[in-house]
């Protein structure tokens, strides 16, 4: 990524307070913040969810069994 230096940076916040105007911009930078916190909030979500999951397909097969076991225990017997 570029480096920026204190010009770069001051001629990017005048252009965007002329294109938007300066009553606009804080709403503007409030809307990406929330969206980042969602996004932050969402990914998170989805990193626990691979977590979860069993490592290996023994496991995986192993937890299949156990719920087996289970139904077959709450079917009812005729």
Known sequence: ????????ILIIALVLVILFGS???PDMARSIGRS???FKAETGKLREDDDA???S???QARLLEEQA??????APQS
């Not at 990524?1 to 770069?8: H, I, Q, S, T, V």
Request: no cysteine.
């Open 36 to 38: 980042l916190r969602v």
């Open 57 to 59: 397909l023994e496991e």
């Open 1 to 8: 990524m570029a480096d920026l230096g204190a010009g770069e």
């Open 53 to 55: 999951q069993p490592a």
């Open 23 to 25: 009553k606009k911009l």
């Open 69 to 74: 076991a289970r139904l077959r225990a709450q």
